[in-house]
Nanobody, 124 residues
Framework: VQLQASGGGLVQAGGSLRLACAASGRAFSSYVMGWFRQTPGKEREFVATISRRAVGTYYADSVKGRFVISRDTAKSTLYLQMNSLKAEDTAVYYC??????????????????WGQGTLVTVSS
């Protein structure tokens, strides 16, 4: 599967942004999907994950209650709605797909495919 992330940009603290990740290739619904983020000098960290049929979601504590992950099977697209953004949310955001995960996956090593990343900058 090929993944193309989009929707990043510059936003003020307290604002909102929605990221999208378009998937092409093998059936979208066969993958557990996730979002990760990375800042310079730091490891890529888990943000959120969603099960194949969108029954279950799981979030990092740092974004719980502010971010919402969702997926649209008809459009083969993964989303991340980010609300109440903070300066510390500034990062390059990556979408990822896992063919071998169980219900969902929070470990970077559990993912097989990655998008190219989209930059989110939150100004304080």
């Amino acid at each position: 599967v090929q993944l193309q992330a989009s929707g990043g940009g510059l936003v003020q603290a307290g604002g909102s942004l929605r990221l999208a990740c378009a998937a092409s290739g093998r059936a979208f619904s066969s993958y557990v999907m996730g979002w990760f983020r990375q800042t310079p000098g730091k490891e890529r960290e888990f943000v959120a994950t969603i099960s194949r049929r969108a029954v279950g979601t799981y979030y990092a504590d740092s974004v719980k209650g502010r971010f919402v992950i969702s997926r649209d099977t008809a459009k083969s697209t993964l989303y991340l709605q980010m609300n109440s953004l903070k300066a510390e949310d500034t990062a390059v955001y990556y979408c990822a797909a896992s063919a071998r995960a169980g219900a969902y996956e929070s470990e970077r090593s559990g993912y097989d495919y990655w998008g190219q990343g989209t930059l989110v900058t939150v100004s304080s």
